[in-house]
C-alpha cells in the first residue's frame, strides 16, 4: 500500500502515519524527519538544509528528490510506504509520478488533512516530539502529554520542541503551505484516489481511512 498525507503543517500528519505504521505494517517516509536526522548528524544536506527549515522556507526540490529516491528502493519499504510531508510543491508531485512510473509502483490514496488555521498554531506551539531519530513519537502538552514529563513513553529520550517550533517560523510555515503545497490539492483533486478528511479528530480520521484503504 502506498499514500501520500497532505495537509498544512500541525494538520496530524506524523500522527496519524505513526498510528498507520501500526495498523497496516507499512513505513512511514517523513521528509521532515529525515531533513531533521541530516541536521542532527550535521551533514552536508543538513547543514543546508537547516537554513530553509529554521526560515520555515521549503528545502530545494532536488534534496528533497535524493532524500526520497533512497527511501523508497530501500528493503524496509517493500511493503509500502505512507509519504508525510512530500510531495510539497507540483514539481515534486511530477517527480513523484516519474519515479512511481520508473519504479513500477502503484498509488492507493492521496489523504489531504484538513485542520483550521486557529487549531494548527494551537497544536503547532504545543507539540513536543521525541529527540531519538529512530523513534520520534509524537506528544502535545494539552492533549497527549508523556506520562513522565519531558520523557518519551515509547523509548525513554527526552522530548523537544522543534527549532521550527517557534510562532513566527510556524506563521512563516503556514505561509509556504498555502504558497507552494495548497496548489497540489488543486492537482490532485479529480484523482478518485484523492480524499479531503477533517484532522480534527485522530480517531475520526482513522475511521475514515478503514473505509477509504
Ligand atoms: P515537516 O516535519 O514535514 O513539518 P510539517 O509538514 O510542517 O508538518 P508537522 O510535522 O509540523 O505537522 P504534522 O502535520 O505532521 O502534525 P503532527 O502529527 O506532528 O517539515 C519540516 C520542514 O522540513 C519544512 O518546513 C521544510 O523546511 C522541510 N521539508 C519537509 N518536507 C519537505 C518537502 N517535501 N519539500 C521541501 N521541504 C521540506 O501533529 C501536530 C500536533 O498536533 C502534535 O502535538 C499532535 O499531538 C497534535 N495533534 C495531531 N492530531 C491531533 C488531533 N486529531 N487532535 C488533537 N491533537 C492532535
Same mark, same amino acid.
Given at each position: ?20 505504521? /501500526?495498523?497496516?505494517?507499512? !513505513? ?10 541530516? &541536521? ?35 528493503? @524496509? ?39 483550521? @488555521?486557529? !487549531? ?20 502535545? &502538552?494539552?492533549? /497527549?502529554?508523556?506520562? /513522565? @514529563? ?16 517557534? !510562532?513566527? &517560523? ?34 475520526? &480520521? ?8
Amino acid at each position: 500500500m502506498i499514500l501520500i498525507l497532505l495537509g498544512p503543517p500541525g494538520a496530524g500528519k506524523g500522527t496519524i502515519a505513526q498510528a498507520l505504521v /501500526k495498523t497496516y505494517s507499512i !513505513v512511514q517516509i517523513s521528509t521532515g524527519d529525515i531533513l531533521r536526522g541530516e &541536521v542532527k548528524k550535521g551533514s552536508p544536506v543538513g547543514k543546508e538544509a537547516a537554513g530553509y527549515m529554521n526560515a520555515g522556507k521549503l528545502v530545494p526540490d532536488s534534496i528533497i528528490m535524493d532524500c526520497i529516491g533512497i527511501a523508497v528502493q530501500s528493503k @524496509e519499504c517493500a511493503n509500502g510506504f505512507i509519504l508525510d510531508g512530500f510531495p510539497r510543491t507540483i514539481p515534486q508531485a511530477d517527480a513523484l509520478k516519474d519515479l512511481m512510473r520508473n519504479f513500477n509502483l502503484k498509488l492507493n490514496a492521496v489523504i489531504n488533512l484538513e485542520v483550521p @488555521e486557529d !487549531v494548527l498554531l494551537r497544536r503547532l506551539t504545543s507539540r513536543r516530539t521525541c529527540s531519538n531519530t529512530a523513534c520520534q513519537a509524537i506528544y502535545n &502538552v494539552h492533549t /497527549k502529554p508523556t506520562k /513522565k @514529563e519531558g520523557v518519551c513513553d515509547a523509548c525513554g529520550s527526552p522530548v523537544i520542541q522543534r527549532d521550527d517550533e517557534t !510562532v513566527d &517560523v510556524i506563521k512563516q510555515r503556514l505561509v509556504t503551505y498555502k504558497d507552494k503545497t495548497e496548489p497540489l490539492i488543486k492537482y490532485y483533486e479529480k484523482d478518485p484516489l484523492f480524499h479531503t478528511i477533517s484532522g480534527l479528530d485522530a480517531a475520526e &480520521v482513522m475511521k475514515e481511512l478503514g473505509k477509504i484503504l
